[in-house]
């Protein structure tokens, strides 16, 4: 049987189900080298986890004013969709993690930093779509992660309690923000690892998603 605290698994995308955030670091840099520019691999990786509503300030503080920073978002998004147009790989793990979640009841959704249009296309790719109850999108919240809105909003939708929940997080952002919604949170980090700061919060931490499976499965006996 399920683990009696837990109703329901809300999920981050990027990172986390797809292998999406080391697609757009290449995106990033392929515009940039278009536009005739070299910039820093800590640049992008500084935006994992980011929401969109905050890059540009973040990249004029990290390349200048004079800096193109708005064609380079622009550029960078063109070139994004068009390689994600066709084909979604999953992170390993995730279809392990959906079976098992499946199989006890626990239910699912998706809290994305990524607008809807997008989200929506690459969990359809993905099949995953199908599997989860809904998702809320970084543009249908006012204050993105690590501010907990985007989980709020999940955990009412559901309408469920907080500690019922258990969020699947790869960012610094995102962990932050499942803690301070209330929710249980198991942080497999990608790109960029457990800063100092999150670890404090005394969040699980796990090398993947099998592993986090099997968090849960030792739970349930």
């Known amino acids: 049987m399920k683990h009696p605290n837990i109703i329901a698994a809300i999920f981050d995308m ?3 189900l797809l292998e999406t ?4 670091l290449t995106c990033w840099h392929d515009a940039a080298r278009q536009l005739g520019h070299d910039i820093h691999e800590s640049i992008p990786l500084g935006m994992v986890g ?12 990290r390349l200048g004013v004079d800096f193109p920073t708005q064609r380079l978002r622009e550029l960078t998004h063109e070139i994004y969709l068009e390689r994600s147009a066709d084909s979604i790989d999953l992170r390993p793990g995730v279809l392990e993690l959906f079976d098992f979640l499946e199989a006890n009841g626990v239910r699912k959704a998706i809290a994305t930093s990524t607008r809807r249009s997008i989200a929506e296309h690459h969990l359809k790719m993905a099949g995953l ?4 109850e809904f998702a809320v999108c970084g543009d249908e919240i006012t204050h993105p992660k690590p501010a907990p809105d985007i989980y709020l909003k999940a955990i009412t939708q559901l309408g469920v309690l907080p500690e019922e929940c258990v969020v699947f997080e790869d960012s610094n952002f995102g962990a932050q923000a499942g803690h301070a919604a209330g929710c249980r949170v198991i942080m497999v980090p990608d790109l960029r690892p457990a800063e100092e700061s999150v670890r404090q919060l005394e969040l699980e931490i796990v090398d993947s998603l099998h592993q986090a499976k099997d968090i849960l499965a030792a739970e349930c006996i």
């Open 21 to 24: 955030e080391r697609m757009a």
């Open 50 to 61: 980011m929401h969109s509503s905050k890059t540009q300030a973040y990249l004029i503080e």
């Open 129 to 132: 779509w199908s599997r989860v």
């Open 14 to 16: 990027d990172g986390l």
